[in-house]
């Protein structure tokens, strides 16, 4: 499955390092989202583009700061992070349609670690 | 808040039947989710419920009753690769999705 695709696979970094993780849909959609995984949490939804704007900010941290360049590229701009951010950090795209969007489809993520 | 619960672990035997059940306690509902994760990899959409009733995809079946805030997959003929973590969605609005904590099912020889 290629449809959603996540570079890098694994990223481990400093607290004062400055990095980015992408995110790339060849499904047409034009829906995208950014979502943080824990081990043994639930998914937390951290942000929402729709047609390339912005349209949820689920009370993420300024330390993190998505870019929606097109409707086919996410980026996840990452600075000053914290060891608590560490996890595996999944994208996932859809189409929205009048009266609400469609099934998402998940990227295999970026395991991210904080030293 | 949102409140999604289902159970952390199950085990069952290669060509059993495991069901997993799901409630939901939300603020809005637009349809509810199954999705399967294999350990390090990314989640794949099983299946999608928005109205009452049983959906039947091959071994995988789910279930919705709304007005108990209650669903089930229920997965047939357990195979090896079904072990993996099964994740619980649902959807309150147009696009926000609500994740419970996951059920991970180890299926045995």
């Known amino acids: 499955e290629t449809g959603v695709t996540q570079t890098p696979r694994h990223l481990v970094m400093g607290m004062t390092n400055k990095k980015s993780l992408k995110c790339e849909q060849h499904l047409g959609h034009n829906a995208m989202y950014w979502y943080k995984q824990s081990a043994k949490k639930p998914l937390e939804l951290m942000f929402v583009?729709?047609?390339?704007?912005?349209?949820e900010n689920n009370s993420v941290p300024s330390r993190f700061s998505p870019e929606c360049p097109n409707s086919s590229h996410l980026f996840l701009h990452l600075h000053t992070l914290q060891p608590e951010d560490s996890a595996l950090y999944l994208c996932?795209?859809?189409?929205?349609?009048?009266?609400?969007?469609?099934?998402?489809?998940f990227g295999p993520g970026t395991r991210l670690t904080v030293l | 808040g949102q409140n999604i619960d289902q159970p952390t672990e199950m085990t069952a035997t290669e060509g059993a039947i495991v069901q997993i059940n799901c409630t939901y306690q939300?603020?809005?509902?637009?349809?509810l989710f199954w999705y399967q994760q294999h350990a390090g990899e990314a989640p794949t959409f099983l299946s999608y419920?928005?109205?009452?009733g049983l959906e039947e995809k091959g071994r995988f079946s789910s279930f919705l009753s709304r007005s108990k805030g209650y669903s089930y997959l229920l997965l047939k003929e357990l195979q090896m690769k079904d072990s993996a973590s099964y994740l619980c969605a649902v959807r309150d609005g147009d696009y926000k999705l609500s994740f419970g904590a996951g059920t991970t099912v180890t299926v045995r020889a």
């Open positions: 583009y729709s047609l390339e704007e912005r349209v």
């Open positions: 939300t603020s809005g509902f637009n349809g």
């Open positions: 996932a795209s859809s189409q929205v349609r009048e009266g609400g969007a469609d099934t998402q489809y």
């Open positions: 419920n928005v109205l009452d």
